[in-house]
């Protein structure tokens, strides 16, 4: 299993219970779930890059539904056969919501 594998794993452990509430907890300057949002979009801009296409706006549902999309963003990604640099891009994003929620 791929270090970006794992660390997605991690974090949806970490993540997928959390009910409204806690996902609406401040950390670093947002929330919660907006922190996991900003890694669910750069996931999928990151899969873009692997797959040579333009990055699109991923859709903003609702908070309980973010464990699902990270799941699908880093599915895709994965998919999409990116480069090992790549992956340590998106290791890194997902290593740090995990510090920083």
Known sequence: MSDF???IDRLLNQVRHWEEARWATPAG???KADSAYGVVQRLAELGAEAE???TREVPR???L???????VVADDLLAAGPSSAL?????AVVDDLRSTI
Do not use: E, F, I, K
Request: aromatic share 0%; no cysteine; proline share 4%.
């Open 61 to 63: 549902l609702h908070d």
């Open 65 to 71: 539904v973010l464990p699902d999309q990270l799941r």
């Open 87 to 91: 992956l340590a891009q998106a290791t």
């Open 52 to 54: 040579g296409r333009a």
């Open 5 to 7: 594998a794992a660390s």
């Open 29 to 31: 300057g947002r929330t």
